[in-house]
């Protein structure tokens, strides 16, 4: 949210999935005690939500790196399913539908059941959507 689309001015954590795993949790843990970060701010907890299917789309490109970042649609989804409100997850969600221009909840509820479309998630994304668009200011 921060590095890809300027939501926010700062973040508790960098969500990423890497290789080799036990190399750069090393190499980050080290980063972080460097400058007095807390452990874990380089994480693999975005592994629950992705697969191969996950849409993705290059971020930048460096020689030997490339960083991918999932397309804003699905970051909706997974800020949706998480729907932590005690974290910045419903400003986030808040955030995206502006960016994706999505007026309305139908509309966002439309790309969440194009991704998850269990009864328990459906009910959730809903709440969570009716949320949001009650408390906060939707319009571009």
């Known amino acids: 949210?921060?590095?890809?689309?300027?939501?926010?001015?700062?973040?508790?954590?960098v969500d990423a999935i890497y290789e080799p795993q036990n190399l750069i949790a090393?190499?980050?843990?080290?980063?972080?005690?460097?400058?007095?970060?807390?452990?874990?701010?380089?994480?693999?907890g975005i592994r629950a939500f992705m697969?191969?299917?996950?849409?993705?789309?290059?971020?930048?490109?460096?020689?030997?790196?490339?960083?991918?970042?999932?397309?804003?649609?699905?970051?909706l989804v997974m800020k949706i399913r998480a729907g932590r409100a005690e974290s910045s997850d419903f400003d986030d969600i808040a955030f995206l539908l502006k960016k994706l221009n999505l007026k309305i909840i139908e509309e966002a509820m439309s790309i969440f059941i194009n991704y998850f479309n269990d009864d328990v998630s459906?009910?959730?994304a809903r709440t969570i959507l009716e949320t949001v668009f009650e408390n906060f200011d939707i319009t571009n």
């Open 1 to 13: 949210m921060c590095l890809v689309h300027s939501a926010r001015e700062t973040t508790k954590d």
């Open 26 to 44: 090393l190499l980050s843990f080290e980063v972080g005690e460097e400058f007095g970060w807390e452990p874990g701010w380089l994480n693999q």
């Open 51 to 75: 697969n191969e299917e996950t849409p993705s789309e290059l971020f930048i490109s460096f020689p030997g790196l490339k960083i991918f970042t999932v397309v804003p649609e699905y970051l």
């Open 122 to 124: 459906i009910d959730k």
